[in-house]
Antibody
Framework: EVQLVESGGGLIQPGGSLRLSCAAS????????MSWVRQSPGKGLEWVSL???????YYADSVKGRFAISRDNSKNTLYLQMNSLRAEDTAVYYC?????????????WGQGTMVTVSS | DIQMTQSPSSLSASVGDRVTLTCRAS??????LNWFQQKPGKAPKLLIY???SLQSGVPSRFSGSGSGTDFSLTIGSLQPEDFATYYC?????????FGQGTKLDIK
């Protein structure tokens, strides 16, 4: 069964750092396009970052220069390193495959992990 | 970035009603348009991809149409489990923007 399980969320002070993990099963992260999408409390969905199978990565302007997407092929896990966190980064963070089943779409999602940035 | 605008923002309807939600892109995106359903506390679920293709397992009462800048999601006969928030999302550019959502609730 194809599954994504996020972890690493929590309460962090403004300016701090946090690393989110997304453990994949049933498929290989290194050969799949993967993404992070977030949702602030009571708000809509916001695309955060995308990594292609060739390792190229892209970011929303709101996180560019502060967040970094990566993967560990040996652990079949996707990561999101978040630095210089701000209150507006408070959100549920979802990892998702992009184009795993259907082209050009977020087709498999994890359950999400909550990040709260507050002093 | 391409802006996605959904209307209405909220909609009240009854079981059995036929409803149509709309999504407009700020520029031509061809058919690079997807629809998601989200229920409270849950991850989004893919319903429609490439503007009109139904994901496997999604009931046939859901249908999508449109191309270019104007798109719609129609639910043929609302069922109790359909009351949720619906998002459109464009995949035309690397920056993959979502609409602000349409909340569909029971009248």
């Amino acid at each position: 069964e194809v599954q994504l399980v996020e972890s690493g969320g929590g309460l962090i002070q403004p300016g701090g750092s946090l690393r989110l993990s997304c453990a994949a099963s049933g498929f290989t992260v290194s050969s799949t396009f993967m993404s992070w999408v977030r949702q602030s409390p009571g708000k809509g969905l916001e695309w955060v970052s995308l990594i292609y199978s060739d390792g190229s990565s892209y970011y929303a302007d709101s996180v560019k220069g502060r967040f970094a997407i990566s993967r560990d092929n040996s652990k079949n896990t996707l990561y999101l390193q978040m630095n210089s966190l701000r209150a507006e980064d408070t959100a549920v963070y979802y990892c998702a495959t992009y184009g795993y089943i259907y082209a050009d779409v977020f087709d498999i999602w994890g359950q999400g992990t909550m990040v709260t940035v507050s002093s | 970035d391409i802006q996605m605008t959904q209307s209405p923002s909220s909609l009240s309807a009854s079981v059995g009603d036929r409803v149509t939600l709309t999504c407009r892109a700020s520029q031509n995106i061809g058919t690079y348009l997807n629809w998601f359903q989200q229920k409270p506390g849950k991850a989004p679920k893919l319903l429609i991809y490439a503007a009109s293709s139904l994901q496997s397992g999604v009931p046939s009462r859901f249908s999508g149409s449109g191309s270019g800048t104007d798109f719609s999601l129609t639910i043929g006969s609302l069922q109790p489990e359909d009351f949720a928030t619906y998002y459109c999302q464009q995949s035309y550019t690397v920056s993959k923007t979502f609409g602000q959502g349409t909340k569909l609730d029971i009248k």
